[in-house]
């Protein structure tokens, strides 16, 4: 009896190699875009953009990986059968994480800019409407994300696309209720 990691010992190494080679390079680019990033921010004078460039350091990391994975995926089939299961979840999932970190991040900058303004009343109600934005676009990540990788389960598919369903419509909802406050917040 054979096992299936001995039928073919020589792609399974080409596809090992090809895989670290596309890894390697995805996390060099990254290094290179957040040393650049990084550069940029140290220069400027708000830390708001700092704080965003730490935040998605991380994420973006991680999404670079998968990308890399991905283009590995399609010239190997080997990675393929193994990346196909595992890219229904991590893929909505990178997705979701970047997407929180953004709002974290932008939240954050937002808080920094406040704190500039001299009048107290002003600030307190302002960080106020930031915070429920926040909030709500966090809930709407977290419900667009799980919807995402339910859709990746066939049992429970039909679970996926009724959150989906859903969330459009609470973010239909969402976005009639927070206008005033958007346009204030934009003002």
Known sequence: MTWPWELDLKALTYAGIALGIAVAVALTIHLALFALLTGITNHSQSKGDDEVVRRMRNPVRALMVAIAVSFVAEAQPIVASAWQQVARFVAPALL?????????????????????????MAVRSRRTR??????????????????????????????????????????????????????SLIA
Request: proline share 3%; hydrophobic share 60%; aromatic share 6%.
């Open 96 to 120: 979701g994480w970047t997407a929180y970190a953004l709002v974290q991040a932008l939240t954050t900058a937002m808080y920094l800019r406040t704190e500039a303004t001299a009048d107290d």
């Open 130 to 183: 930031v915070s429920i934005l926040s909030r709500v676009a966090t809930a709407i990540i977290l419900f667009v994300t799980v919807s995402l990788m339910l859709l990746g389960i066939p049992g429970v598919r039909s679970v996926g696309v009724t959150l989906m369903a859903s969330a459009g419509l609470m973010g239909l909802a969402v976005g009639a209720a927070a206008q005033p406050a958007l346009r």
